[in-house]
Every structure is written in structure tokens, then in C-alpha cells.
């Protein structure tokens, strides 16, 4: 006891937006959006005392605000689509891990990599300073000639807001092991191939690590070169403001 | 290092017992290998597919020199239901089973129990002139998944379960122009057959 150790039990990389994982006793503040019964069972020490919830991860109204856009991907697509949902984190009612302390990556999993439940791993990224996170997907495409058969591209983003230096944090650590530098147009994070689950092949998946936040891209569908990344993860990088 | 010590006490015990036993017991039942963490439940899904699942659509037609930032009163078509089906007894609850699906397909799927939107709904995107189907929808997850719990001091791995779950991840709206040719399978190429 109190030495540290590797968590071990289930792995859920990114419950963190929906209701499935983390909770909502008293659900004010959740923007229903398209979810009519949202949620679940309680995370950690959220149940309610006096007037204010202690609740580790609450849902946020549906905004955009600092995500992409389709049409600063696609300035013409003809087509479009988009969701985008929302988490504030307060590491003082999420479940700490007793005496667990992450050492190492599990660089199988998705992003942020980390192995644990899902409570487990909620705890930990409050515990590692994120006190936001922004998902979002939108697809769209270029202009195309007539009659052309159009696949329509897809970005999932998910913005990590940190109250400490990204850089320092454990997703960049984690990185580094999972993936490999980059730098483009003068961004700069770390890149990796993940399995789509819509085309069965493998896709690229962007880290960027800012000042006081991250920002995980994937880049899912087929048509993607690597002169379309520069300008996107630029945009990302300006919207997000991290 | 628990789950570890563990594994050494049950070692240890069923080896004492046996050295103990051995010069004057033949019939004393073989020393079984440790193979688990005793009490551990390890479920998995052995296969989950995505489906792009329309929920809400509608026709807009937007005449030369307007535009359209609102479609509203998109119609409700479809609901997905999150839920999970056992097909053998289990120590598992619905949501821990939920939670390995999401973990399998490493975006977030709504809890057992949840529905999609069960009104109509409005669409905001500014749209110029065109005919559209406007919708709603996400990408339902299916899967089946297995669960086995450690037992007799981490030497079998019982049965613990089997079944079915369903769930979907991040709704989202979208528009598709009834003049594109989309690739089957997408939300738009859905969205322009029911629609347009």
C-alpha cells in the first residue's frame, strides 16, 4: 500500500464527455441536445451536499465555440455535419485512485492512453490539471466535379483545457512514447496512426501540445494528404486557443 | 502489487498443502497453475460494428437568391435505444458492460437506458440555394462481448457471461444536397435517399 503502482482493471480511454462514465446527479446544467435520458450512475463523491452538487464531471451546454468548423476544413463543401459536446472537470470530487500513481502509458489504448476504470481514469486527468474537455466531429468534403462520387471526410477533435503547462503534463509524457514529433507550419506535437473503425485502415492522429492545453485530432475517411494537415491543425491550434 | 501478492499467497497455500499432504495422501488432486487474479472480471467484446444511423430528417428547398440558417422541425425517424441483452447469468450491471464497449471503440457511447431525441428538432447551418435533406444522427454502435471471473484461488477463469450491447456516440446535425452522388454507407448518402 502506498507504493506505486500500475492501474489494472478496465480501460476506458475518453468516457469523459458522455454520460456513460462520469455522472450527473442533478443534471441542470446538461444541454440535452439530441441525448432525451442522459445518465448514470454516480462517478466518485458526487452526490449532493446542502445546495451545491459536488460532481466530478458535469456536461456543459453544446457550443462549438473554440472547436472546428466545417467550413474551416471545407469552405464549399456540399454537404456537412457536425456534433459537439462538452465537460468541466473538478478533480475535487472526482474518485482518486488510492495510492495509485500512473508510471507508464498503455500506448494499445486510445488516447490519452491511459489504463484504468473509468472513474479511474477520470480522476486522473482532473488529477493532471484538465478542467475541460471539447469533443467534437465534423465531416464535410471538397468541391468535386458532377457526378462524382463523393466520400465525405470526418475530423473528431477533443480539446483538453489544463490549469499547468501542457508540456509538462502527463499526455505529453505519454506521448513520447506513443508517438512519434512533429512539426508543421509551425505547430508542433506528436502524430501516430490509429484503426478507423469506419474504413478498417489505419488513419493519422494529431497531438498538439500548447501552452496550457492539448488538442487530439483524427482524420478519419479516405482522400487525406499530408499538405492538408498544416493549415487544419492551424486553425485548430488558433480556434482552440490552447 | 496486491492483485500480485495474491497470487503468491494462493501459490503458496495450494504448495504448502501439497508438500504437507504428499508423503502420505497418493490420491491428492495435482497442483493447479495460477492463472488469474482471483475474483477478477475480465469482460470483452469480440466484435463491434458502426453504423451511421439516421434519427431525424427533412426536405428544405432553398430558392435562388435566399438562404436558410434554421431548418426547423426536422423529423424524428428513428430512435436508438442504448442497451445491452444477456444471454447467460452475470455478475456485471449494463453500464459496466457499456464502459468496455466504449473502451473497445475509444469514443464515448451513451449510457444503458438512454434514447436518442425523441422530438423533432431544428438545425442550425446557413445554407444557400439548393434542395437538402437536413438531418439528425450518430453512429450507433453494436457489439458482442463476453465476460469470465477468476475463481478457486486464481486457477479457472469461469464463465461469467455473454450478450449484446448497443449504444452511440456524439449526435450530430448535418445537410446534404439531393444533387450530390455520395459513397454508400455515409450519413449523407442516408440522409439524400430518405430526404430528397
Known sequence: ????????????????????????????????QKTATGSSSASSSGEASGTAPKICSTKLPVTKAGMLEVSDVWHQSGSVFFGYQAVALDSRYCAHPAGEELLSPSCGQHFPWILGSATNVTAIMADAGVTKISDGTIRGHDVVPAGTVIDPQEIREKVLYLDRQAQNSIFARFAKTCAKPFNLAGVSGYRTKI????TG?????????????????????????????????????????? | LRNTANIAVAAMVLAGSTLAASPAHADIKPLLPVICHNGEVTTS???????????????????????????????????????????????????????????????????????????????????????????????????????????????????????????????GDGAASCTGNYASGTFEYKAKAYGC
Open chain 1, 1 to 32: 500500500m502506498g507504493k506505486p503502482r500500475l492501474l489494472s482493471a478496465f480501460v476506458i480511454a475518453s468516457c469523459l464527455v458522455m454520460a456513460a462514465c462520469t455522472s450527473h446527479p442533478a443534471d441542470s446544467t446538461v444541454s440535452p
Open chain 1, 195 to 198: 484503426r478507423s473503425l469506419d
Open chain 1, 201 to 242: 485502415k489505419d488513419i493519422d492522429a494529431f497531438l498538439v501540445v500548447g501552452g496550457h492545453g492539448l488538442i487530439w485530432m483524427e482524420f478519419d475517411e479516405t482522400g487525406w494528404t499530408e499538405a492538408k494537415y498544416p493549415a487544419i491543425l492551424k486553425k485548430a491550434v488558433q480556434k482552440a486557443q490552447v
Open chain 2, 45 to 171: 467484446f469480440t466484435t463491434v460494428t458502426a453504423d451511421r444511423t439516421l434519427t431525424h430528417v427533412r426536405y428544405f428547398s432553398v430558392p435562388a437568391g435566399g438562404s436558410l440558417d434554421v431548418a426547423k422541425g426536422v423529423t424524428k425517424i428513428a430512435t436508438i435505444t442504448a442497451s445491452v441483452k444477456f444471454t447467460s447469468d452475470t455478475t456485471l450491471e449494463a453500464n459496466e458492460v457499456i464502459a468496455k464497449e466504449s473502451e473497445k471503440v475509444g469514443v464515448e457511447l451513451a449510457a444503458s437506458g438512454s434514447m436518442t431525441l425523441q422530438t423533432a428538432t431544428n438545425v442550425t447551418y446557413h445554407m444557400g440555394p439548393g434542395a437538402y435533406a437536413v438531418f439528425a444522427g450518430e453512429k450507433k454502435f453494436s457489439g458482442s462481448w463476453s465476460s469470465t471471473k477468476c475463481t478457486n484461488n486464481g486457477t479457472r477463469e469461469a464463465p461469467n457471461g455473454d450478450g449484446t450491447a448497443v449504444s452511440f456516440a456524439v449526435p
